[in-house]
T-cell receptor
């Protein structure tokens, strides 16, 4: 149980275009989802916390207008990279916290999405 | 504020040898502790977790970790390394429902 699906796993786009990444909890409900960015051989950097039905909370230094997050249901959160540039190329990972385990901090992670901006 | 320190960004052991990945944390309240594993180009998979109760926690793939409050440590061990254990390992800490804070990761290499 506790499967998180992320799509697409790989995406290549031209500079200036927008890209949407979906994160779905397949077998549980998640009021909170998290979006991370990971550079090669580095740890995960939290970008934002996505709460169902409300605005996302962004970490310091993350541009909210650049990285649009929508959490419209208890099983789906989306990250849209707007007007993407080569420096946005990275591995983006989402995670979800099961409603039933919200007090433990435990997260389940998606498979990640590798974005390459040409 | 919470923080996690993983000692050694790269650990190399021989196949069949003991694996020891070190993790120390800082937390103002009793923490919840986690170890995750990441294979190349994949997300993170939970290996094991400590929330309350028994301080020696057993996880998947033969890994275990012991919560030592006096040492603020949560080291990950496996008695006998297998080639398939080669991956990146992340220690993480949270305080209840707060966000997870990750260590910098340790890359484990297994030598044949």
């Amino acid at each position: 149980g506790a499967v998180v699906s992320q799509h697409p796993s790989r995406v290549i786009c031209k500079s200036g275009t927008s890209v949407k990444i979906e994160c779905r909890s397949l077998d549980f409900q998640a009021t909170t989802m998290f979006w991370y960015r990971q550079f090669p051989k580095q740890s995960l950097m939290l970008m934002a916390t996505s709460n169902e039905g409300s605005k996302a909370t962004y970490e310091q230094g993350v541009e909210k207008d650049k990285f649009l997050i929508n959490h419209a249901s208890l099983t789906l959160s989306t990250l849209t990279v707007t007007s993407a540039h080569p420096e946005d190329s990275s591995f983006y990972i989402c995670s979800a916290r099961p409603l039933a385990r919200s007090n433990t901090g435990e997260l389940f992670f998606g498979e990640g999405s590798r974005l390459t901006v040409l | 504020a919470q923080s996690v320190t993983q000692l050694g960004s790269h650990v190399s052991v021989s196949e069949g040898a003991l694996v020891l990945l070190r993790c120390n944390y800082s937390s103002s309240v009793p923490p919840y502790l986690f170890w995750y594993v990441q294979y190349p180009n994949q997300g993170l998979q939970l290996l094991l977790k400590y929330t309350t109760g028994a301080t020696l926690v057993k996880g998947i793939n033969g890994f275990e970790a012991e919560f030592k409050k006096s040492e603020t440590s949560f080291h990950l061990t496996k008695p006998s390394a297998h080639m398939s254990d080669a991956a990146e390992y992340f220690c993480a800490v949270s305080q209840g429902a707060q966000k997870l804070v990750f260590g910098q990761g340790t890359r484990l290499t297994i030598n044949p």
